[in-house]
């Protein structure tokens, strides 16, 4: 058992959308990760306690000793000049080439998601967003009053043909932005295919449209060749999200936006009003940490613990789900989405889950419109494997009683 | 000279506000004090050069090594809960009482303030401000779209007989909420005298408002009588707003709202889309610092450099400034505000004084309707005290000599 409590900021988010907060019980349940007497998958959080402390306290001892002055002090809104240089270096481990001037760092890249919702979002203005889409954006953006058009996503990611379908309707309105998570997605764990953005870009330019790559996760690739971002194919309508979250800490709070230079400069206006500027303590210990060789070594360390978790949860998947049950097959990421039959309701069953001592985000949370009920998100890479194939067992135990109850009632026909 | 180079993103700010957005030499050149060839008053920022690195660096170590796995990690939105019971413990050296579950940890005070903003005000609302007013709050709060009532302060705070004629105005519509810096304010440096904090309340019950509280300096006091603060008349009406960036450390991002638990929901929902949760590493580290002796310790010690700072302040400009110019006598905080003769404008002024190696924040940064030119915010707390005696000499010499060129054009009459 992992002695690690975790707080999970998710957990408001989730219930704000998926009206889980009718159940509160359930909610103050998944805000807690790493309790001993539950296994939970609903966390979305990268393995801290796979990483050497001693990296990290050497690195941090050096900023605060060295740069003593300016890491307590404020700093520039923008960012810190010398991160924005290793985040460029970042980036170009997924080919991708950038500019300082084109950086804004933000304090975690849910900041630049709101901050954005904030600038591009006018009440019943239409955006674009994967269905399943990450429970952050939908929140950051839901507050400005937009429309969503949520386009559906399979093992290839954004169906491109729908969202052409959509586009071409004459009757509807010239989306403000497309929002996606390409690589490994949150909550799918799907990629999208090489076709797809090619298509997109494609799409982009033909009806005038801003696209918000959000990837998190790119660098957490265990397997498959790499897949060049969209902001890549074209700089001038792609807004880039990075974060520093999921590959070295999201304790420290540093995410960043690559984006033309009129788009930072109004984020950097906002941010000003939003927070002043991000730690620089943090950014320090980020620029420090990211020049050194334990970066890229810890790194791979974790995507080791990933892929071999993953593939535990992939094995255990297959033994104890039901046949009738589905699931992606993620190359990299944290999460895995399991698809359940139509008459089947995870945030029902939610608190059956929990009486057998394991968690899971139900599907709802992760639609703007409380669809995606057969659905929900596993996360393979905080709990031990151990605790995955206790945890899987459990659930396939759950889920099978409650399909032989509805096949009792016959509800498990159309 | 200070060997410290700082990026001031207030720099940002005041331009937006001011207009000076028109002269980018002038805002790149507010955004960066500490530069050996000029002397900044311009900043706000707290002297981290007078504490000892040692300190930080101890209880940082502690931190990193003893709790890593936490420190690291996401955290809860709220805000970290042992943090909290330190904060009730800086509130209550000012008298005042506060629970935990009243408070939200916030990324710098800033961020409670953009978020209060975005909860409060809708489109044509009003809003009370002082004249002149914090800078960050005038932009959190613009983007919003409400109307600003200025009520002028004067050496005893915000004038409560010209805000209650106002309120008393039929017309009028009933404002929102009053924002108030009660003690050493920024701009000007004055408290809210213990009548005037009285009225407000009274006024506050009589017209049905809400208050903000913003409360960064309260524990600068150099002299005189602490002020009990206005949440503790009334924590119904008052949301209160602290910071640990003047008392500890800027750099590490954590600010607090104190306010009423419907008020900490919803500021905790909007947090959690704005940024997720603060830093855990930063919050961690601040529940560690103020836990020990040293924190009160390098309070006093940095007090004791702010006061000698202001002394030198208030002889140079007795010294070296027209007798037409007068300014206030803080008993605390970080600045001194300057009155100089209804003909003169600072902002026209500010480049006469660059040439002269000295700079200062124009006067109408600080209200929103672009008046105030005839004053200037002059910060004590970071230039050493040779500075500050040369600058003020070199500042007293620009003012002489502009006042000098408007008597002989004849345009110092009105």
Known sequence: MSPEIIFDPYAKLYSEVSRLSRSSDIRDLLSVTGRADIISFGGGFPYIGGLPPEDFSRVMNEVVTGSFAEAFQYGETEGLEPLKYRLIEVMAEEGLEAEPEHILITTGSQQA??????IFIDPGDTIVMEGPTYVGALTAFRPNGPKIMTIPLDEMGMRMDLLEKELARTDAPAPKFVYVVPNFQNPAG?????SRREKLIELAGKYDLLI????PYGLLRFEGKPMAPLAGRDRRRVIYLGTLSKIVSPGIRVGW??????VIEKLAILKG?????SSNLSQMFA?????KDIWGKNLEKQKAIYRSRRDAMLKSLEKHFPREASWTHPEGGLFIWVTLPEYLDTTKMLPLAIEQKVAYVPGTAFYPDY???NHMRLNFSFPPEEQIVQGIKRLGKVIRKEMELYHSLGLDRP
Do not use: F, Q, W
């Open 113 to 118: 998601l709101d901050l954005l919702g904030r």
């Open 190 to 194: 799907v990629t999208m295919h090489k």
């Open 212 to 215: 918000i790559e959000d990837n």
């Open 257 to 262: 936006a690559l984006a033309p230079a009129p």
């Open 273 to 277: 009003s939003a927070d002043l500027c």
């Open 287 to 291: 620029e420090a940490y990211l020049g």
């Open 371 to 373: 669809t995606g009920a």
